[in-house]
């Protein structure tokens, strides 16, 4: 590489203030004349208001508890006659379109009829879900939630540039 190949901002350095009035940014160094932002080791915070009551403290506080765990997707009885399978799980749901994703928890609750055979394997039901299950000849077990596979690296993130 030649130097006249090199891009122009490779070697650029940040510009330097307070060197004098001839370096562009001397005297103030860009702070203004004065005030507390002008002052050595002194700057306000990012939340400081000019003195007025700060955003945050004059929002009213929120009630109650907001919980981090997912709530349970609900799939009815009577949706499960529409799904084909030996078996009913998480992903089979989740082809059929009756739930969002298959690894959360999914509880099934019973409306209308179940007139399948089918072994359903998802994370909780009713009781009176599992004993319709059982009477149209079918089998309920709980299981836990799928896990979720970890996304695999980009070919691309693996490498390193060469530096020269």
Do not use: C, W
């Amino acid at each position: 590489m030649k130097y006249h190949q090199l891009t122009a901002t490779s070697k650029q350095q940040p510009k330097r203030a307070g060197r004098g009035i001839a370096a562009g940014r001397g005297k103030t160094a860009g702070r203004g004349t004065k005030g507390q932002n002008a002052r050595a080791g002194s700057r306000t915070r990012a939340t400081f208001m000019g003195g007025q009551g700060p955003l945050m403290q004059r929002v009213p506080k929120l009630k109650g508890f907001k919980s981090l765990k997912a709530p349970a997707q609900v799939v009815y009885l009577d949706q499960l006659n529409r799904v084909k399978g030996a078996t009913l799980d998480n992903f089979r749901l989740f082809e059929a379109g009756l739930i969002a994703t298959p690894y959360h928890a999914v509880k099934i609750i019973a409306r209308g009829e179940y007139t399948g055979k089918a072994a359903v394997q998802v994370q909780a039901a009713s009781a009176s879900v599992k004993a319709a299950i059982a009477k149209a000849g079918g089998s309920f077990e709980a299981v836990s939630v799928p896990i979720k596979p970890a996304a695999k690296p980009s070919a691309s993130a693996g490498k390193k540039s060469a530096s020269v």
